[in-house]
């Protein structure tokens, strides 16, 4: 499915070791999110939730491959992408369940995951609004003479606004170090692609701020992997930008629950069928990287870190109201 | 405020801050200045002018039309570890730009329960004055002094002008400096080793006894002209110019109205909603006991300022006006 100015790169078979950690990654964000779906039915994780369900492969493949000097800006569909940067389950659990322990102390929640510490530079909620903090880092990295890059991600809704093309703008015309990461998963909210955006192919997007861009199969993992690999590769070496339009779906409502109302049952059964970790389970063991009982095997490793992530945020402790007023200027300024 | 020993020398208020722009980037290679025109047009307002030929292209740095992605990429460097300056052209530029202040600038340390820091510096010109109507001309400080996690400054003399900047570079958060844009001619002496100056409290510009009048940034000047003009009538006046306006020093405020039990604020942002009210309710609240009059008010009238010179100078807060408001208050006996 890779269209546009850039070819595809190719795609070479995963070591053993290699389809494991690909797969452990995709399984630990699904297993993750499902338990925060019981956990908000429990009324233990309140506000908003939005899953990325039928979108691990892009969290998997992108973050799987920057390095630790490399920064990240995402958006409140960020559990997938903080859990495999690194973040602890356990501080991500703690996080939603409003826990000083958690890796924002509690002031962030689901959307506002943050660790300086792993370079996450956190959820943002303002769509498009983190797009312009990573033209910074990557011109902090970039003035500095360090090799990071700045990965930068948002949904297609992202596109219709106008920070996305200022940034792209002003990115592609200082050379600056960032990866642009669009996981286009067909909706922003209710409003399907094609009923927000002129042009739906949004890598094109790309032709106008002559920057380069791969369209990809975002269902793919190795595909996003291959096409993220060679990307990388552009940015790091200084060549400037790139933007990497990830096809995908989201298999749940947008936030918790929502009528879906703007989309058919059949649409999500379609979609359901291409389902990255049973696409990628699939192939593995029908071409021998993988056992067939890998998956589960893996499933069960991640739940019972589930379990204990569960049980470290229910074991947390309150921030003492008294404490309020902190963190609004740095400790100790007047 | 500081007072060099070296001889004083004529200056203005853009030189001054021309000067400390180049002391910051001679002082501190973090340091960048970016925004709109700063580089070879010299400034909109000519105050960064001859400093892309001193320090050149990566120091200096001319932006497009971008404000939201130029002063978000101004939050994400800072975040990065560079110390940016970024210059607006004038404060109603600054609303396209208000979501990367407001919802990043302002809450990411918060929100990451205190890991990101944003140690950046914006400055902008405010202000009405030079007949360039309702789109150049408004005073919007209040905006942002209605924002936590933001520091506000109105410099008001060539002092300040010259030493708020530094003292901004080093504050561990964002800080907003407004430059009337009819204090830019402003001449006067300034001691040729003029340095920093705290910016977390106001000044006394003339003690008197009898009322107080409070102003800030463009409106300083005016009060200093009621303040000589109220002395031919025998009213002595105490000029308070606020310099910061978030945070306020109320300290200040308490102590001159102790001692004149009256108090004229005087605001060239509207009446409704505005800092004069802000100051007015801090007055009532602590004060109260100690006035002997009603809290009087001296804003901008509540139009979009208009071209015409007879109808902007109606507009805004006027010496006569002012003046007028100080006799209204001592007129009343307690
Ligand atoms: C500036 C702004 N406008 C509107 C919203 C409300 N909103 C939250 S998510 C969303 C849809 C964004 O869609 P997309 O960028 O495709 O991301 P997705 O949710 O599909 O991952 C909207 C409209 C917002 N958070 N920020
Ligand atoms: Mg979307």
């Known amino acids: 499915m890779t269209t546009s100015a850039s070819p595809a790169p190719a795609v070479e078979a995963p070591t053993r070791e290699h389809a494991l950690s690909l797969l452990r990654s995709m399984v630990r964000v699904r297993r993750f999110e499902e338990k925060c779906a019981e956990q908000y039915a429990a009324g233990k994780i309140r506000g908003f939730l939005h899953l990325c369900i039928g979108e691990e492969a892009i969290a998997a493949g992108v973050m799987g491959l920057l390095a630790p000097g490399d920064a990240i800006v995402s958006t409140y569909r960020e559990h997938g992408h903080a859990l495999a940067r690194g973040l602890s389950m356990d501080a991500v659990m703690a996080e939603m369940f409003g826990k000083l322990e958690g890796c924002s102390h509690g002031r962030g929640g689901s959307m506002h995951l943050f660790d300086v510490s792993r370079r996450f530079y956190g959820g943002n909620a303002i769509v498009a609004g983190g797009i312009p903090l990573a033209l910074g880092l990557a011109l902090a990295d970039k003035v500095g003479g360090r090799p990071g890059v700045t990965a930068c991600l948002f949904g297609d809704g992202a596109v219709a606004e106008g920070e996305f093309h200022e940034s792209m703008n002003l990115a592609a015309l200082w050379k600056l170090p960032v990866l642009f990461v669009c996981e286009n998963n067909g909706y922003a909210m209710g409003t399907a692609l094609a009923r927000h955006q002129s042009q739906t192919n949004l890598a094109m997007k790309a032709q106008g701020y002559a920057m380069e861009a791969t369209r990809v199969d975002g269902m793919d993992v190795l595909e996003v992997e291959a096409a993220t690999r060679h990307a990388l590769a552009h940015v790091r070496s200084g060549a400037g930008p790139w933007l990497l339009e990830f096809v995908t779906y989201r298999f749940r409502a947008h936030s918790a629950y929502d009528a879906e109302r703007y989309r058919t049952k059949g649409e999500v059964t379609e979609w359901r069928k291409r389902d990255p970790i049973a696409l990628f389970c699939h192939r593995a063991v029908e071409q021998g990287w993988l056992a067939a009982d890998d998956l589960t095997l893996l499933e069960r490793e991640a739940d019972d870190e589930i379990a204990a992530a569960v049980a470290f945020a229910e074991a947390g402790t309150l921030e003492p109201t008294a404490d309020l007023a902190r963190h609004v200027y740095a400790e100790g300024s007047p | ?334």
């Open chain 2, 1 to 334: 405020m500081t007072q060099g020993v070296a001889p004083a020398r004529k200056t203005t208020y853009r030189e001054a801050v021309r000067a400390a722009l180049r002391e910051a980037l001679q002082r501190d290679p973090r340091v960048l200045l970016m925004g709109e025109e700063v580089g070879a047009y010299g400034g909109s307002y000519a105050c960064s002018l001859g400093l892309l030929e001193e320090f050149g292209p990566d120091r200096v740095r001319d932006t497009p039309l971008s404000e939201s992605a130029f002063v978000g990429m101004g939050i994400g460097a800072a975040m990065g570890g560079l110390r940016p300056i970024v210059e607006i052209m004038t404060v109603n530029f600054s609303l396209l730009a208000l979501d990367q202040l407001l919802n990043n600038a302002a809450t990411l340390r918060h929100m990451s329960g205190g890991q990101v820091g944003v140690p950046l510096v914006v400055r902008m010109a405010t202000g009405a004055g030079k007949q360039v109507a309702a789109q150049h001309s408004h005073s919007l400080e209040n905006f942002y002094a209605h924002i936590p996690g933001l520091k506000v400054l109105a410099p008001a003399t060539l002092e300040d002008a010259r030493g708020m900047l530094w003292t901004a570079l080093e504050d561990p958060d964002p800080v907003i400096l407004f430059e009337h844009t009819m204090l830019y001619g402003l001449e006067g002496e300034l001691a040729a080793d003029a340095g920093p100056v705290p910016i977390d409290r106001a000044a006394v510009r003339r003690p008197g006894k009898d009322v107080t009048l409070v102003a800030y940034g463009g409106t300083v000047g005016k009060a200093m002209d009621a303040a000589r003009a109220l002395a031919e009538q025998r009213v002595d006046a105490e000029v308070i110019d606020l310099r910061t306006l978030r945070p306020l020093d109320d300290a200040t405020l308490l102590a001159s109205v102790a001692k004149t039990h009256r108090a004229v604020v005087v605001d060239e942002g509207w009446r409704t909603g505005g800092l004069a009210g802000e100051i007015c309710a801090r007055l009532a609240e602590r004060a109260f006991y100690d006035l002997d009059a009603p809290l009087a008010r001296v804003c901008t009238a509540e139009v979009p300022i208009p071209y015409a010179k007879h109808l902007e100078d109606a507009a805004l807060p006027q010496v006569e006006g002012i003046v007028q408001a100080a006799l209204g208050a001592v007129a009343r006996h307690g």
